[in-house]
């Protein structure tokens, strides 16, 4: 295995919080070949889509390997995106309270440098060693990543391994879940016109300012919602992934959006948005000229 010069290594035990004295490992022959290869996903999209896209990479590179995949309870279903369908290993509030539970001594990655949750993780599973960006600090083995957003990030961290990291790989959302959007959207025929999926704030913001709207607003929250409150994750994938544009001010919409590679405009007035793709706009000028170079552009 070819290492990238911007992997380091820390056989230091974990935060002070954490009781954890870790095992001696050979290196690198303990990324060679692993009998079971795990992804932790933290709460929330921002920390459950870069460990989506590093678990795609990470399946077709150890092939042999038995495959699990942690994340919470609520976002299962976004492990269904991908190509092969890994062990799934749900939380509720507790990550160190699995089902079902993972074997011990796994390779296990985190991949953002968001350790919420990680250690308990660890002490859980036992796994071998704990792999995530450099700044986390509930691991033992952490990577120099050049990369400042995502997924490039991700692919950073294949590349510090030397894992050919599949750089045109994007989320599939299985027929169940847009098919489900669909009945939401068209209630009768179940085949929805083309939309654009917008939140309310966003879409007002364009309204207001008379931009054209070439396709009909779909307006996710607010009073005027178009969406019921309280759709499962699943369907709120769906209903993204089927749109042909999105423009939002929420960072979990962003998110979604830009992971499964949706035209997305941001509306980031707080300046919160995890970094995926271009940086958004955080003022109402910058996301007019965004959507109007989108309209040029077309989707």
């Avoid at 939380?91 to 011990?104: H, N, R, V």
């Avoid at 959207?185 to 309310?200: D, F, G, K, M, N």
Wanted: charged share 20%; net charge neutral.
């Amino acid at each position: 295995m070819n290492l990238s010069p911007f992997a380091w290594f820390s056989k230091k035990r974990l935060e002070r919080r954490v009781e954890k004295s870790w095992e001696t490992f050979r290196f690198p022959g303990v990324f060679e070949n692993p009998r079971d290869v795990t992804v932790y996903c933290g709460p929330g999209p921002a920390s459950t889509w870069p460990g989506i896209y590093l678990a795609c990479s990470l399946q077709k590179h150890y092939r042999s390997s038995t495959h699990h995949l942690i994340l919470q309870e609520s976002l299962a279903d976004m492990a269904s995106t991908l190509p092969w369908q890994p062990g799934l290993h749900t939380y509720a509030s507790q990550t160190g309270q699995l089902s079902p539970e993972i074997p011990a001594g796994s390779l296990l990655f985190n991949a953002t440098t968001d350790s919420t949750g990680l250690a308990e993780v660890v002490l859980a599973i036992s796994p071998i060693l704990s792999v995530a960006p450099e700044g986390c600090d509930s691991a033992n083995v952490r990577l120099r990543v050049q990369a400042d957003r995502y997924p490039d990030r991700v692919f950073g961290i294949c590349l510090a391994l030397g894992i050919p990291p599949d750089t045109k790989w994007r989320p599939s959302v299985p027929a169940r879940l847009t098919e489900a959007a669909s009945r939401i959207l068209a209630p009768v025929s179940h085949r929805s016109l083309p939309y654009i999926l917008a939140t309310s704030q966003a879409a007002a913001v364009l309204e207001r300012r008379r931009a054209e709207l070439p396709l009909r607003i779909v307006v996710l929250d607010g009073k005027g919602r178009d969406i019921p409150e309280g759709i499962p994750e699943g369907v709120l994938i769906a209903l993204i992934s089927g749109a042909s544009a999105v423009i939002t001010d929420r960072d979990n919409i962003w998110v979604h959006a830009s992971a499964l590679g949706v035209p997305v405009l941001g509306y980031d007035r707080k300046g919160v948005f995890q970094p995926w793709g271009k940086p958004p706009p955080s003022g109402e000028t910058g996301l007019l000229d965004e959507w109007a170079e989108l309209l040029r552009r077309g989707w």
